[in-house]
């Protein structure tokens, strides 16, 4: 029995089948064929002329690149601009939309500022009542010891001097005995 192949033609039946060949789904270099003479020299380091040509042509084919690059995107970019402000009443329309915009968030920028001055003054008075409302605690506080401490000697001096005098007289009294 015969079959038919792509093309067309027919095939002996007894033709055995290959596997169907798989095609890579990334793209191999063909392998190309080197001259008799750079083959001894492939396995050879490059020279050091062939290291500075290899060095000069990046040198100028990396910034070309580079500026192509560049050039293209600020092609399409003008383009792209192009085909969408069309006429004047467009970009006009754009430009208030951009203006509002910048508006608003200048307003919202100078909201939040606004709002975190506030909180910062409204926590800095607080603070500021807080440590005045200590120090004058303190003043107190301390004033009130000062004032138990000086009754406080008050009294023992008081009571020492009546002891002193007391002390004195009796020794007096002792020292007149004697004589």
């Excluded at 990396?62 to 399409?76: I, W």
């Excluded at 004047?88 to 100078?110: D, K, P, V, W």
């Excluded at 023992?156 to 004195?168: D, H, N």
Aim: glycine share 4%; no cysteine; proline share 3%.
């Amino acid at each position: 029995m015969a079959t038919t192949s792509e093309s067309g033609a027919q095939q002996p039946a007894t033709t055995p089948k290959t596997a169907p060949t798989r095609e890579s789904t990334t793209t191999r270099k063909p392998a190309t064929r080197k001259p008799a003479a750079s083959t001894a020299r492939s396995t050879q380091a490059k020279t050091r002329a062939e290291q500075v040509q290899g060095l000069a042509e990046r040198a100028v084919l990396v910034p070309m690149g580079a500026s192509l690059l560049a050039r293209d995107n600020v092609v399409s970019s003008v383009k792209g601009l192009a085909t969408k402000y069309r006429t004047r009443t467009a970009l006009e329309r754009e430009l208030n939309r951009y203006e509002r915009r910048g508006a608003s968030a200048r307003n919202r920028f100078e909201r939040q500022v606004r709002r975190t001055r506030t909180k910062f003054e409204r926590e800095l008075r607080q603070r500021r009542n807080r440590v005045e409302r200590t120090v004058v605690q303190n003043r107190r506080r301390f004033e009130r010891e000062v004032r138990s401490v000086r009754k406080d000697f008050e009294k023992q001096s008081g009571t020492l001097t009546g002891r002193v005098e007391k002390l004195v007289s009796e020794a007096q009294e002792r020292i007149t005995s004697v004589v």
